[in-house]
């Protein structure tokens, strides 16, 4: 009996493990850029969701205790950014107002810390399209009954 347990926690504690293909193409919120597993602090970073002007959003991934893994969003300045205080106190400013905010519809912001120099806050993934995506879609659908409104085949009010 003690084997098996003794079996069962080495397996625990080596998971193979992966995220991109465990989740339904359609619950990506963008299709994660693939890496090759790089670690950052605690956290191993297996996707890029996005790169913007002043930070990088990765699909990352946190192992606790028994091989119990969290998959969350891990938002990391970008490296020429690092060194500029301003832009450091902005970082730092944004964290201070997201730890405030609490709304179901609103993610959850788990930490945000500093490893190797870099700033990072930790957020809750949620699996799902990109807003922009969906944002777009509606400017498209407003521009097509638009069209049909004024080629008279909506009817007017």
């Known amino acids: ?15 193979e493990i992966s995220i991109c293909a465990s989740l339904p193409d359609d619950e990506l919120a ?18 890029e969701l996005a790169t913007g002007g002043m930070a990088e959003i990765f699909l990352a991934v ?4 028994e091989g119990v893994l969290k998959v969350v969003a891990l938002k990391r300045v970008l490296p020429h ?3 500029s205080p301003e832009f450091i106190q902005m970082f730092i400013d944004e964290a201070r107002i997201v730890a405030r905010l609490d709304h ?6 788990y930490e945000f810390d500093e490893f190797a120099g870099r700033y990072f806050t930790v957020m809750e993934y949620l699996a799902g399209e990109d807003l922009r ?17 004024n080629h008279q085949l909506l009817p007017r009010r």
Not at 1 to 8: G, W
Not at 36 to 44: C, N, P, Q, V
Not at 62 to 65: A, D, I, N, R, T
Not at 104 to 109: A, E, K, Q, W, Y
């Open 1 to 15: 009996m003690t084997d098996e347990l003794t079996r069962k926690r080495e397996e625990r504690s080596k998971p």
């Open 104 to 109: 179901p519809h609103i993610v959850r912001t």
């Open 133 to 149: 995506k969906v944002l777009n879609r509606i400017v498209v659908s407003r521009q097509q009954i638009w069209e049909l409104h």
């Open 30 to 47: 963008s299709e994660p850029k693939p890496l090759a597993g790089e670690r950052f602090g605690k956290y191993l970073l297996v996707g």
């Open 62 to 65: 946190h192992e606790w205790l």
């Open 81 to 83: 950014l690092s060194n």
